[in-house]
């Protein structure tokens, strides 16, 4: 059984956990992650959810066991999701935003991701494919891609178009 640490409105530790699957009390949230992994070409990485989790496409997110941060656990979700390692250092947060429940994360990484080394975790993932920022968009408006993804997504876009210069 997974644990999720809990955090007060400020994101101040509460040193108290909840079974993954399990609704917060009001006032307390728990930390999810996603990232946009680009792939030196330019395409991004995604991940088509087994028909349990939704079946849509989205980007690759989960939430951080209890004690790891949010660096580590998106670290940890590709891992175990797409069997992928990849630098740490290159990570960037570029937003977070919070819900009724949770603290999301959004990371942004781009590093070269070699398809052979790919390994899906098939009880939560049944495909993967290399999309364009087009591609993307088609998806999103097709509504074959997860809602919350696709806002950060879009974010990431956006992002990624203010900070060319420090890419």
Sequence with gaps: ??????YNKNRDP???????????QDGMYYVSVAVALENIDGTFLLQKRSLKKGGLWGTIAGHPKSGETSLEGILTEIKEEMGLEVPKEKMKLFKTIQT?????????IKCFVPEEKIKLQLEEVTDYMFASKEQILELIQKQQFHKKHALMMQDCFAYLENNKERM
Excluded: Q, S, W
């Design 100 to 108: 009724k429940d949770d603290f999301v994360d959004f990371y942004y």
């Design 14 to 24: 509460l040193f108290k956990t909840i079974k993954k699957g399990e609704k917060p």
């Design 1 to 6: 059984m997974e644990y999720r640490d809990l």
